[in-house]
């Protein structure tokens, strides 16, 4: 559908295979969430989940043909309720609330609906809070130790860890890497953002001579399985599409996490979170830090990079001239 289609009356779907209205145009705006906009896999999981427990609601609370151009602000806060009932906490209830937001959102648009009655109802407040960054000394241990004990691959291991804390880039955009998005004669990586947005992020000296000891060893493990793959980071075990998952990365990091004795609840986003943190913290420029870590609005990496008073205070008394 095309803007010009915004205010029409709205259009009735009759469900396909028995199923009700709502669940059909749920499959429908999945699909175009996966294949035009380029979402990733762990957000359209989440929408998936979201907005088929919604339409499932509606589906008992109206029958199996549900009127969407009916639903009123109420009723959606109504099944927010449902889930406080279940136990989930303010923000799963405010992921819930902003997938039926984008929902009716694209409804609209397509005529389905002449409103959306989510954008009525109020985000859950939640409680800013922070997860603590490793220190500089503790993520350089972390990364320099490594070893054949702790880790099922150790040259591979020691990648994850500087590309994740050496280059600030975000778990899935790590395992979306080829091995073409290296560029050597640049010494830079090419990143593939969210919303497929692409950037280019320096390579440092650690990750390159991580890379460079690892490939000889990627290269000799899909040969030996009889294989070929474009992506960077492999499996440890060569069988079917050897890419290496983002949920594989996690329990890596963790595992090398408490082997360094940091917190058990370290993953790869702390180690984003340090990236940005400690270049404010040597006196990199705000702006810069957002080019790097791909934001599109400062105010995400000023949050991001945990920036407090006491850093706001140096970075003016260090840089303005009427603080001198």
Known sequence: MTEAD??????????????????VLVEEFLSVL???????????????????????????????????????????RAY????????LSKA?????????RSWFKWLAKAGYVQQNPAALVATPKLPRHLPRVPTIEEMNRAVDGVKEETAAWPARDRVILELLY?????????????????LWTNDAILVRGKGRKE???????????????????RQQRL???????????????????????????????????VASGLPAEVHPHTLR??????????????????????????????????????QVAEVYDRTHPRAK
């Open 6 to 23: 915004f205010g029409v009356q709205p259009k009735r779907l009759v469900g396909r295979e028995g199923k009700p209205q709502a669940k």
């Open 34 to 76: 996966g294949n035009e906009r380029g979402t990733s896999p762990h957000t359209l999981r989440a929408y998936e989940r979201e907005l088929r427990g919604f339409a499932e609601y509606l589906s008992r609370a109206q029958g199996t043909q549900v009127e969407l151009e009916r639903i009123e602000h109420l009723q959606v």
């Open 80 to 87: 927010l309720g449902t889930l406080y009932a279940k136990g």
């Open 92 to 100: 799963s209830v405010a992921r819930a609330l902003a997938a039926i």
């Open 166 to 182: 050496g280059c600030g880039i975000r778990n899935a955009e790590l395992v979306g890497l080829d091995l073409d998005d290296i």
């Open 199 to 217: 950037r280019y992020v320096p390579l440092g000296d650690g990750a390159a001579e991580a890379l460079r000891a690892y490939l000889p060893e």
């Open 223 to 257: 040969q030996g399985a009889g294989k070929h793959s474009p992506a960077l980071l492999l499996n440890a075990r060569i069988r079917g599409n050897p890419r290496l998952t983002t949920r594989s990365v996690g329990r890596i990091v963790k595992t090398l996490a």
């Open 273 to 310: 979170h340090a990236f940005g943190t400690h270049l404010l913290e040597e006196g990199a420029d705000l702006r810069a830090i957002q080019e790097l870590l791909g934001h599109e609005r400062l105010s995400t990496t000023q949050r991001y990079t945990q920036l407090t008073a006491r």
